[in-house]
């Protein structure tokens, strides 16, 4: 249903927040785009150094909130994380990574430690600090007080700590399965057999595994409930943890009636061992790609990604796969990977169960397209930075577009799009601006409440969006 505006997820419209006046395409858009490293990977990299034996290299890491906050948070619980810089790069800088700063160091030594004592974590508003940090907190000597953003403590984590208490650690959260919480640690974790439900966030399961090496019997986390969203992030997980030395087994149960892949794992056994420092090059994040490929269906022009990996734990080839149904020709050159549009947005029906975070971009492109869309997989985004489901149906339905929300999912229904008085709201969640900035290359006058919120996970956004328009030097 084509709901109201949702209140409380984010800037409301008409309140106190800064408008980006997102640009129209003049044409059909001609460009090569380089990303910023992954969310994904930089946090892991990050988490699992921590846990080493000694010092680490993260290479190319992403600077943005989430990232900035994860190294705190880490920093808080005894590990040193510093920016690498060039000799000839000015001295005299704050040591580690800024929140805002695209032009951060190539790369962060990490240096694993874990102080006793208090300590206060602030997750703002990051899933992955959200629910990655309880794991490595827990084997502290001390007490950790977890604390974000309002939104955050509506999003899912009570599963994580319920699995932790069955671990051996303990949680003071009043009964609320959510923030604020303290983790009472007690410098060791006993591990063992664990069994939950991720089926609101595979970030459950990552959390655990990735401090389960050091936990005294390591772990195995077993999922119960439906298909789990963000399989690919899963397979990161246990990768970088392979590749950082631990004994990672990963197995499936045969499950009757489910409709799960049976190839698909549901149970992880991390057996206690060191974590080899070492070092880490993180990939370009595609998710964050997913815009400027989309621009190059909604202007029939051509968008090239440089370094986009041959071989990925990312959901390349799910993002590739829709862009394809919906009209795109992909194809990897010398470049990178080359997007181009046909003229013809296509509508299709597809599970995003597994590229979950581009469906603010995608339910941008499926309101432009010839033919309506069907997106299923998706009911746990309504736990994002925003419930990004009932905030797509509101501002795509405020511009005149056909948004119905599903149990698991939202109908397109393609129909003339026009700016109104009101900025299209970001509900303080990056994706949101993502899909403003793709609806607004067709949708000319489209103001993006709060903009400078995108970036949560990727600062130099709007300049590289107004670089592509601009086309070639």
Known sequence: MNGGREQGSGPAPGGPAHDWQAPAAAGPVRALVRLPGSKSMTNRALVIAALADGPSTVRNPLSARDTALMAAALRALGARIEDERPEDQPTGQPAGPQAHDPGAAASWLVSPGLSGGSATVD???????????????????GDADFRGDPRAAMRPVRPLLAGLRELGATIDDGGRGGLPFAVRGRGAV????????????????????????????????????????????????????????????????????????????DIWRVHPGALRPGTVTVEPDLSNAGPFLAA??????????????????QPAAQILDVLTRMGAACAATADGMRVTGSGEIRGVTADLRDASELTPVLSALA??????????????????????????????????????????????????????????????????????????LAVPGLRV???????????????SWTAMLAGPP
Do not use: C
């Open 123 to 141: 997750v703002g508003n990051a899933g992955t600090v959200l629910r990655f940090v309880p794991p490595v907190a827990a084997l502290r000597a």
């Open 190 to 265: 006993r591990g063992g057999t664990v069994t939950l439900d991720a089926s609101a966030s595979s970030q459950f399961v990552s959390g655990l595994l990735l401090a389960a090496p050091r936990y005294d019997k390591g772990a195995e986390v077993r999922h119960e409930g439906a298909r789990m969203p963000s399989a690919p992030h899963l397979e990161m997980t246990v990768r970088m943890l392979r590749e950082a030395g631990a004994d990672v087994e990963t197995s499936s149960r045969a499950r009757s009636g489910t409709g799960d892949d049976p190839s698909v794992p």
């Open 296 to 313: 190059a269906l909604v202007t029939a022009g051509t968008v090239t990604v440089a370094g986009w990996p041959a071989r990925t734990s």
């Open 367 to 440: 309101a432009l397209a010839s033919g309506p869309s069907v997106f299923t997989g998706i009911g746990h985004q309504r736990g994002q930075e925003s419930d990004r489901l009932a905030a797509l149906a509101a501002e795509i339905g405020a511009l005149g577009g056909d948004v119905t929300e599903l149990p698991d999912g939202l109908r397109i229904r393609p129909r003339p799009l026009r700016a109104g008085a009101a900025a299209f709201a970001s509900y303080d969640d990056h994706r949101l601006v993502m899909a403003a900035a793709v609806l607004a």
């Open 449 to 463: 409440r709060d903009a400078a919120t995108v970036g949560k996970t990727f600062p130099g956004f709007i300049d």
